[in-house]
């Protein structure tokens, strides 16, 4: 895919005030002298200063609120070995040069300055004024400014921007090696740089001129769709076919079939050149190496674990702790949840699997009693998520991490099969939620004498990352499973379980929908006016916020707290998105906090959207910002006991988070569920979402949308099959 050819014009510009300039992304809003004119400058231009100097390619255009600007696509550094040089000196760029200074340096030395500044800094001294602590200054500026800022240059010019280069940078520090290697093969920005994609490198690539069949592109291409695949379907891998498929239709828009276009035998020679290195094949299977990695050791950290074995714990003392518990608790355990707790005892690798009132949690307390009385002391608990790590130990009473947490993910001492974690008993919660990339660090960890039990419910959403774990280990034969499937949390009027059944069955004459329940309420909105008219899909997205905005106010009324109201919908973006929701929901809940950061207010509910091993949150931790103070935003999340400073590009690792999507959602429960339901997110209406987003409620689930779009949700069970091979290489385990 290459970019059409955008003509531009070129201004030798000096800076002469910086009216804005935002240190996160590097826009700069900057007044500037061109020959005896002046002209607004606006685009990425990073850390420019007054009196500089600047090459600015882009074009001019007119702001309707602004006026005349010049929109910087690209910049560079002017050459000053063809002369500029005094000009630079007189700029007070360099530490310790002042006018005084810089007149003696350039009298001295001339326009040969920029070769003494380069190749003999030293030859400065001869100027009376230089010592070493001014030398010092001088070359300390000099590099930076023939450094980095020539990076700045160079780099913008190939169309990256800001934050992109300070990431090659941190990749590869050597400034010459950096823009040798993009130049040399722009794909390596692709394999190497996070937040640099295909695309971006072959629009680099095409403007160097490095011609469309190169080897690096084509393995570069490949790379690509097995990574999209990874992230946007949640595949491990593709086969050979669909691999050539898909490569084929990126780079050869014009061909009609894979078979008809040239391209092909350059991807079958692309996939036999990465083997090893980049992907794996096994048989029809192409996996990048990175994820084959993570199914062969799931596979092989459980079967160490079943193949060590487990210390025989007799049945009558298991029997004995359970009635104790029982007493303790006043309650009865159904026979299917003593059965669980004595297959968990008894094995090394258990699965536990059911809908919303089941009875999981109250097995996990029975487990964690049972187990302490028969010896079992070293027990930890852990959840993908701080929202559902909060409620676990809310539930049991024990402590309970994230699993990022219980790892050491980011820190000085984390857990691996050379470093095992110090448990005997390890039991994670939502286990659905687990990608192949987190359920191999927690198998990796678990030293062999311990027992791993996952927790979940196998109907819901599939987790956001690659792989579907739970499934695969539930499916592989491989580990006992307890399945279940008496719903204990309900009372007579009470239908949040009862109509999750329904929903998971696809049976919608048993989903009730009247009203007249105590937990369960659907507020239709109509595809037609009162006059007859069909109602467009921004009318009826706009009755959609309208309703909810209702609902919210509602429960607010009714005694409920903001935090104790979960408002979900399937996307970000659109008229009853994420973003969309969020401000018309924070204009309700919180409409007079005062300003803190760029985009948020004091009280404002926030979300963590990337981990942070620093400051050990993680995406999807939740948490409530407090203040802003001389360091920054201050945001204190659930579970946490002290508040956490976001200071600069920080800040984008957070968004509001009074609505959120329902793949967010998993791993929170709420007491009010608020839920839309809309056509205009027609793509994301299946059941498993539906299913998921109902079953977050724990007294009151309220749906809102059109009753097509209720039906369609119920209606469509096309579960994506992800591509996985996990569980045949459990079955391998006799």
Known sequence: MRSPEVSAERLDVTIERVVFHDSDSGFVVASARVDDDRT???????????????IVTGNYATDPKWGRQFKVISFQMPDLSAGGIRDFLFSGYLKGVGPVLAEAIYRQFGEETVSILDEDPERLMEVRGVGQKVLRGIRDSWEEHSGKRHALGIFSA????????????????????????VRSNPYVLAWEVHGVGFLKADEIAASL???????????????YVLDMAAKNEGHCFLSRGEVCGRVVALLDKSAPDTLGSPVLPLVQDAIERLRIERIITEDDRVYL?????????????????????????RSDLICQALVRFEQE???????????AIEVTLANKVTVITGGPGTG???????????????????????????????????STGHEASTVHRLLGFGGDNSYDESNPLDVELLVIDEASMLDVFLARAVCRAMPSDARLVFVGDVHQLPSVGAGNVLLDIIESGSVPVVRLTTVYRQSPRSFIALNAGAILRGDTSQVNLTNETDDFFWMPVPMAAEDGRDLTSAERCGLIRGKVLRAVGRLLQRGFVPDEILVLTPMRKGAVGVEEMNQVLRD??????RVAGKHFRIGDRVMQVKNNYDKDVFNGDQGRVLGEGREGLEVLFDGQAEPLVYKGGEMAELVLAYAITVHKSQGCEAPAVVQIISTSQHIMLQRSLLYTGVT???????????????????????????????????????
């Not at 309700?588 to 906090?593: A, D, F, K, T």
């Not at 689930?701 to 591509?723: D, F, K, M, Y």
Request: aromatic share 2%; glycine share 8%; proline share 4%.
């Open 329 to 339: 608790m006043r309650i009865a355990l159904h026979e299917r949840q003593r059965m």
């Open 289 to 313: 190496t990175n994820l084959n990695d993570c199914e062969n050791g799931i596979a092989r950290h459980i079967i160490r674990l079943l193949r060590a074995g487990v210390a025989a714990v």
């Open 40 to 54: 607004t400058l606006v685009g990425s231009l990073g850390s420019v200063r007054e009196n500089e100097r600047l």
């Open 696 to 734: 977050r409620a724990k007294r009151i689930c309220c749906l809102i949308g059109e009753p097509a779009a209720l039906h369609r949700a119920i209606a469509t069970n096309h579960v994506a099959e992800r591509n996985s091979a996990l569980r045949q290489k459990l079955a391998w385990c006799p």
């Open 588 to 593: 309700l809940i919180n409409p007079h906090g």
């Open 209 to 223: 001129g490095v011609p469309g069949d190169s080897p690096a592109r084509i393995d570069a291409a490949v790379g």
């Open 158 to 181: 190939w169309g990256i921007g800001t934050q992109t280069i300070r990431r090659i940078l941190d990749r590869w520090p050597n400034i010459r090696d950096a823009i040798e290697k």
């Open 360 to 394: 999981k949690t109250t097995i996990i307390r029975a487990l964690l009693a049972s187990a302490g009385e028969l010896g079992i002391t070293k027990i930890a608990l852990a959840a993908p998520t701080g929202k559902a790590a909060k409620r676990m130990q809310e």
